[in-house]
């Protein structure tokens, strides 16, 4: 009986610690969910928040950062969705999520170099204590969050997922995914692929 | 009658060109694999499936790794003295490397040879992650390092790092 009520509370213990770790993943964000709003120190000095794109339709945000081969794989196609689809009223915001300290070449002055190097033309936000990705739930770079404005003016989570079906060479990409999902909220209907996949770099935690 | 061997005659055409196209594609296939200068086979998903659902009575340790991939390659040690310890003992270790393709002669073979890696290493070639990431486990998101533990009884998907210890941990889940 003894032994019995050990197992049993060693049980409950194991069931509370392995939730405890998985704490992240459970809180995140999940489509249809309302995004709060965050602040983060831009490439430029100055601090950017969700609130500054009440004008906006929504936005594509974009966990990415400099040293991760997929995320320089991507570059050029972030840069070329936000010049397509700022002036459609989706910006793209793009976050680097990893722990410098951890991981090489992420640190904010690489971030300016890289950004101005590939001409970024939107905002490089650093998650200074990473406090902003685990609440999107994001786990690796890249990692695409795409935001739409509901009739109540609240920024509402509306795909999750990659930015198309061909990292590796972009002449090749025959599903477009973060594009479709945007041209079917510009129709007023919600993108009909709202969740994909694809390989990316872990985002690098700090220890 | 003219017109019908005419048109006897282009659909015999038509149908050998379409039974020749797949000949073709498998050929340049199997020719990937047989790189005289690469030690690694290189498979689609399709391809790699049967190593990832085999039933022979072995316990496998798949692990999803990169040489691009710095996490990945800081716990390489835990998969290889995994390897070394249990090689004898019904468990296998395979190494699925995401490295491009471009990086197989230059970057993945050299670091094989360099390290004198003992685990198989199978690179997966095959540009549908959406697909086969969902196939390999519902669970994963698609971040590196990944693995996946099987045997014929039981099946556990891990995203995360791993040291020899936690590794083991897991490990005795399937062979005791």
């Given at each position: 009986?003894?032994?019995?009520k050990?197992?049993?509370?060693?049980?409950?213990f194991?069931?509370?610690t392995?939730?405890t770790?998985?704490?992240t993943?459970?809180?995140?964000?999940?489509?249809?969910?309302?995004?709060?709003?965050?602040?983060l120190?831009?490439?430029?000095?100055?601090m950017?928040?969700?609130?500054d794109?009440?004008?906006?339709?929504?936005?594509?945000v974009v966990f990415?950062?400099?040293?991760?081969?997929?995320?320089?794989?991507?570059?050029?196609r972030?840069i070329?969705l936000?010049?397509?689809?700022?002036?459609?009223?989706?910006?793209v915001?793009?976050?680097?999520p990893?722990?410098?300290?951890?991981?090489n070449?992420?640190?904010?002055?690489?971030?300016?170099?890289?950004a101005?190097d590939?001409?970024f033309t939107?905002?490089?936000l650093f998650?200074e204590?990473?406090?902003?990705?685990?609440?999107?739930?994001?786990?690796?770079?890249?990692?695409?969050?795409?935001?739409?404005?509901n009739?109540k003016?609240?920024f509402?989570?509306?795909?999750?997922?990659?930015?198309?079906?061909?990292?590796?060479?972009?002449?090749?990409?025959?599903k477009r995914?973060?594009?479709?999902?945007?041209y079917?909220?510009?129709?007023?209907?919600q993108p009909?692929?709202?969740?994909?996949k694809?390989?990316g770099c872990s985002?690098?935690?700090?220890? | 009658m003219?017109n019908?061997?005419i048109?006897?005659a282009?659909?015999l055409?038509?149908?050998?060109?379409?039974?020749?196209?797949?000949?073709?594609?498998?050929?340049?296939?199997?020719?990937k694999i047989?790189?005289?200068?690469?030690?690694?086979?290189?498979?689609?998903?399709?391809?790699?499936?049967?190593?990832l659902v085999?039933?022979?009575?072995?316990t496998?340790?798949?692990?999803?790794?990169?040489?691009?991939?710095?996490?990945?390659?800081?716990?390489?040690?835990?998969?290889?003295?995994?390897h070394a310890?249990f090689?004898n003992?019904n468990?296998?270790?395979l190494l699925?490397?995401?490295d491009?393709?471009k990086?197989i002669?230059d970057?993945?073979?050299?670091?094989i040879?360099?390290?004198?890696?003992?685990?198989e290493?199978?690179?997966?070639?095959d540009?549908?992650?959406?697909?086969?990431?969902?196939?390999i486990?519902?669970?994963?998101s698609?971040?590196i390092p990944?693995?996946?533990?099987?045997?014929?009884?039981?099946?556990?998907?891990?995203?995360?790092?791993?040291?020899y210890e936690?590794?083991?941990?897991?490990?005795?889940?399937?062979?005791?």
């Amino acid at each position: 009986m003894k032994t019995l009520k050990i197992g049993s509370l060693l049980t409950v213990f194991a069931l509370l610690t392995a939730f405890t770790l998985r704490t992240t993943t459970v809180a995140s964000y999940k489509i249809g969910d309302t995004v709060a709003n965050f602040t983060l120190k831009n490439i430029d000095g100055k601090m950017v928040s969700l609130t500054d794109y009440a004008n906006k339709k929504g936005a594509i945000v974009v966990f990415t950062c400099n040293h991760c081969p997929y995320s320089k794989m991507y570059e050029d196609r972030i840069i070329a969705l936000d010049k397509k689809f700022k002036k459609l009223g989706y910006p793209v915001i793009a976050i680097n999520p990893n722990d410098p300290a951890v991981s090489n070449g992420d640190d904010f002055e690489s971030m300016k170099e890289r950004a101005s190097d590939k001409g970024f033309t939107f905002p490089y936000l650093f998650d200074e204590g990473q406090k902003v990705y685990p609440k999107f739930g994001a786990t690796r770079t890249p990692h695409v969050f795409i935001l739409n404005k509901n009739k109540k003016k609240d920024f509402v989570l509306s795909y999750i997922g990659a930015i198309d079906d061909n990292a590796r060479d972009a002449a090749s990409v025959k599903k477009r995914y973060v594009e479709s999902a945007i041209y079917d909220l510009l129709e007023n209907s919600q993108p009909r692929v709202k969740e994909t996949k694809a390989i990316g770099c872990s985002i690098k935690v700090a220890k | 009658m003219i017109n019908r061997l005419i048109y006897s005659a282009l659909i015999l055409l038509f149908c050998v060109s379409c039974a020749g196209k797949p000949e073709k594609k498998e050929q340049v296939e199997i020719a990937k694999i047989s790189m005289p200068d690469s030690a690694v086979k290189v498979l689609n998903y399709e391809q790699l499936k049967p190593y990832l659902v085999k039933d022979d009575g072995k316990t496998y340790v798949v692990n999803f790794w990169a040489t691009w991939c710095k996490p990945c390659v800081e716990e390489l040690p835990a998969f290889e003295k995994l390897h070394a310890n249990f090689k004898n003992k019904n468990v296998e270790v395979l190494l699925v490397s995401l490295d491009f393709p471009k990086q197989i002669k230059d970057e993945l073979i050299p670091f094989i040879d360099k390290r004198n890696l003992a685990p198989e290493v199978i690179v997966l070639d095959d540009p549908d992650q959406n697909k086969w990431i969902n196939a390999i486990d519902k669970s994963w998101s698609g971040s590196i390092p990944a693995t996946l533990v099987y045997n014929k009884n039981k099946r556990m998907f891990f995203e995360q790092s791993f040291e020899y210890e936690s590794l083991i941990q897991e490990l005795n889940k399937f062979i005791n």
